[in-house]
């Protein structure tokens, strides 16, 4: 059974920094390409950050690009989405997904606000 478990987030200052954290259970982690996903109140929801299975390589919105970094640990089953420089519109609940799996998790809430 998939599950992933997001957690990580939380109030920070504008300029501050914060690493989300999915941990993966029910399929095989490694073999799946890994994104985080956004939504905003009232806004759609937002890809964020995506990394390859096969070489590592990552994806990212124009928004976030430069600030975001994504990152994998294929032994511990973990991909993780470092934020820094956050900004007030980074203020969402953070989702992580297996690509061409259709399950979502609980989410984890990033507030940017001074």
């Known amino acids: 059974q998939v599950r992933l478990v997001e957690s990580g987030g939380g109030l920070v200052q504008p300029g501050g920094s914060l690493r989300l954290s999915c941990a993966a259970s029910?399929?095989?982690?490694?073999?799946?390409?890994m994104s985080w996903y956004r939504r905003a109140p009232g806004k759609e929801r937002e890809l964020v950050a995506t990394?390859?299975?096969?070489?590592?390589?990552?994806n990212y919105a124009d928004s976030v690009k430069g600030r975001f970094t994504i990152s994998r640990d294929n032994v511990g089953k973990r991909v993780y989405l470092q934020m820094d420089s956050l900004k007030p519109e980074d203020t969402a609940m953070y989702y992580c997904k297996a690509v061409t799996i259709v399950y979502w998790g609980q989410g984890t809430q990033v507030t940017v606000s001074s």
């Open positions: 029910g399929f095989t982690f490694s073999s799946y390409a």
């Open positions: 990394i390859s299975s096969i070489d590592g390589s990552s």
